[in-house]
């Protein structure tokens, strides 16, 4: 196990939305279920350092989620992402790339897991849903930050891009990455094969904790 865990969260808490909560993740996967409403995305916007928490703290790679450090050891796609229309994917992965300090060939293996070969000369405002999900991942995961923050990633894709994100999830977590995903589909999280699942109600972890 590494000394230092990829996400640590200690009485963390946002008042009227998420109970104070313990946790700390290493490596593999976290699934977490619940309904709308029930806490997940605050808790994954915490982790993110996209909120901060009213009690608690809350530390990636072992410092604060909102120290830049934290930003490069994280990989963190919300439930929406917006792209500008006009810009096509390979301007937008080329703009990932550079943010991430990614090489090449790890850009173009990000490309080829979630087969957006070709959709490299389209523009952004012409994608459907799941292929700019499937944007975003890529961006995103491109590289293998340690630890990765998905939110309801699979809500746009179909089954075959389901299988590619679970295959890809399976593989960094294998390789002793740590991901920390929500989903609603039983099918989504039989995919993903967590090594932990937390069950959240009215902002509260009632069962896996």
């Not at 969260?9 to 976290?30: I, M, N």
């Amino acid at each position: 196990m590494n000394s230092v865990a990829a996400l640590e969260l200690a009485g963390a808490g946002v008042s009227g939305r998420l109970a104070p909560l313990d946790l700390r993740v290493d490596a593999g996967v976290v699934a977490l279920l619940g309904a709308n409403g029930a806490g997940k995305s605050t808790l994954l916007a915490l982790a993110a350092g996209r909120l901060l928490p009213t009690t608690g703290r809350v530390r990636v790679a072992g410092v604060p989620a909102r120290a830049p450090t934290a930003a490069a050891a994280r990989a963190d796609v919300p439930q929406s992402v917006a792209f500008p229309a006009h810009a096509r994917v390979r301007e937008l992965l080329g703009v990932a790339r550079a943010a991430r300090g990614v090489d090449a060939a790890h850009a173009a293996a990000a490309v080829e897991r979630l087969a957006l070969t070709p959709l490299l000369r389209r523009r952004a405002g012409r994608l459907s849903g799941g292929e700019r999900q499937r944007v975003a991942l890529a961006s995103a995961l491109m590289g293998a930050p340690r630890l990765w923050l998905l939110d309801e990633p699979a809500a746009a894709l179909d089954r075959d891009g389901l299988a590619r994100l679970a295959a890809w999830v399976r593989g960094h977590a294998a390789a002793g990455g740590a991901v920390v995903v929500s989903a609603h589909r039983d099918e989504e999280v039989d995919a993903y094969a967590p090594d932990r699942v937390l069950r959240l109600e009215l902002g509260r972890v009632v069962d896996g904790a």
